[in-house]
DNA sequence: GAGTGGTCTAGACCACCTG
DNA sequence: AGGTGGTCTAGACCACTCG
């Protein structure tokens, strides 16, 4: 699995990322960079594809490929990418506090999204953590996971504290889709007091599927954002 | 201007959206749809790739492109579009109700986005909405669009109350890229009022540019929804 | 006019899913 | 085993931007 668009996607997302290009610098053209690479126009404009997804990049008809700049404070796009991944590219310290550690449970009723019958009786792994950027807390993440042949994952550490990074060297899955929904709502008391805020403070509530190459099991997030200081989005 | 790719992914939409395929149906194969249309499969993996951005599909490798189901209550993905093509998508009523007609002036100082040096010079056209979904209004939207080459754009009527549709019929405007931002924020009085709200109720503000084709023309919007029975989202 | 990204063709091999 | 979508190649023509 070394996708050549993958590869040269991650190539020029390290390169903007360690300043090799800079804000409003151009890249170099789609017929360039699939010289240099040795690779087709269309494996070229795959990967800028996904760079501009990414916010990375913004195309220009007959000008060339432009570098965006970054925006601080926000947390990123919302995307097929965990907490710790967005962050960290954002060059934040971030932390991630478990607040409730992974067990085994029900599923707790009614659930937010519609489960198919081998995930409602399969258990449910739960975990609950408080996200923190540059050391306020900003995000509480619940975690919702069919147990179906995951042996140990309760018992075992995450690793480097990604719960996507766990999943794939564990057990070898991958996230394949996201589906996202979003309301504001109030905040309650328990989580407000997380969040180290006043109960009733509007919150983003954002709930999260990500689907998976294992079928039926589609990891589960109610994401709780204190958009106070970091707001959510992909602000070019 | 009629593109392959465009037409046959208006074709698919069109046959969604009147029920010829339903939630959990196959689309024909790319293989399929590529003879029947006269096209390459590349084309039809184009056209395919933006009804699966718009969530209207959803590709499974080695069995095929499925119809998904359209959640109710939910405004849509947020994406390159109006408020009006929205949520005529979904067959919800949709009203729109002028709370200031179009008009020129200043921009707002300080302005949400970041202007370039001939939109801050340029005037200002402005103006706010309400819009609302079966009888009710869900969302709050101030617009402001530079005052670039766009001729008597304040006296005329809004072409089916849709203001991209103005611009493009009128003046040739293409939409061609998006970028958004979120946060929950408290509902202040006048826009609780407007929503029927309490103050103090939480909206989400979504702060959203367009970019066009005509560099410097940019269209701005600040949209405070109502999230309580309407979320905004790509629930699939 | 030279270079750019946008679109399109006509092939190919692969991994994945299902019967 | 046969069909599906995922990836990739090697070309082509166009509209657009810029000097």
Known sequence: MDLKY????????????????????????????????????????????????????RKMKGKGSIVIRHHKHTLGVLSVKGFTEILSEKKLNVETIVLDPPVIRS?????????????????????????????????????????LNLPGFCKKKLIEGSLFK???????????????????????????????????TPLLHIYLRFSTNREHLNIYSSLLCNTENYSIGNKL
Chains 1, 2 share one sequence.
């Open 6 to 57: 993958r590869a040269l996607q991650q190539d020029l997302k390290t390169q903007i990322l360690s300043g090799i290009y800079r804000e409003g610098d151009l890249l170099p053209s789609e017929k360039d960079l699939s010289e240099s690479h040795r690779v087709t126009r269309n494996t070229v404009r795959q990967a800028l594809s996904g760079l501009e997804q990414e916010g990375y990049i």
């Open 107 to 147: 599923w707790p009723v009614p659930f937010f999204y519609p489960l198919d019958d081998i995930e409602s009786s399969a258990g449910c792994v739960y975990l609950k953590r408080i996200r923190c950027a540059e050391h306020n807390p900003v995000m509480l993440e619940s975690t919702y996971i069919p147990d």
């Open 166 to 200: 766990t999943l794939n060297i564990n057990y070898g899955v991958e996230i394949t889709h996201t589906s996202q929904d979003l309301r504001a709502i109030a905040a309650d008391p328990e989580s407000a007091g997380h969040l180290r805020l006043s109960p009733g």
